[in-house]
């Protein structure tokens, strides 16, 4: 079973989607939260005595979710966090210049100013 799921991964998940290198530049910084959330969550929830089923689903959701909102909130915008959590520090904002003040359009005609 698992050689057949591992060709369908390949056969279908094995080419570039859209939210790829989102996910790639997430990986570590969700790595490094999972933990700490988990034993939050666990802390929080034990006292409850929710049942297996319904505790496991209260942790994977809270988990995915603090993940996802401590990633893309806090670390994600924070030029000091980002580094700490393997991402790679933004440009500082400058002033940019548009390439079409730069470089002029082959399609549009070029207008000189001799006044003829």
């Not at 806090?74 to 520090?89: D, N, T, W, Y």
Request: with cysteine; glycine share 6%; aromatic share 10%.
């Amino acid at each position: 079973m698992l050689p057949t799921l591992l060709g369908w991964a390949k056969r279908y998940l094995n080419r570039p989607f859209r939210w790829l290198l989102y996910c790639t530049e997430a990986i570590y910084a969700w790595y490094v939260l999972h933990q700490s959330l988990l034993i939050a969550l666990l802390f929080w929830a034990k006292p409850l005595q929710l049942g297996p089923v319904l505790e496991l689903l209260l942790l994977l959701a809270g988990t995915i979710l603090g993940c996802g909102v401590l990633h893309e909130l806090l670390i994600r915008r924070s030029r000091v966090l980002r580094p700490l959590f393997g991402l790679k520090s933004q440009p500082r904002q400058t002033e940019s210049r548009d390439v079409r003040s730069v470089v002029p359009d082959p399609a549009q005609p070029v207008q000189s100013d001799s006044g003829q």
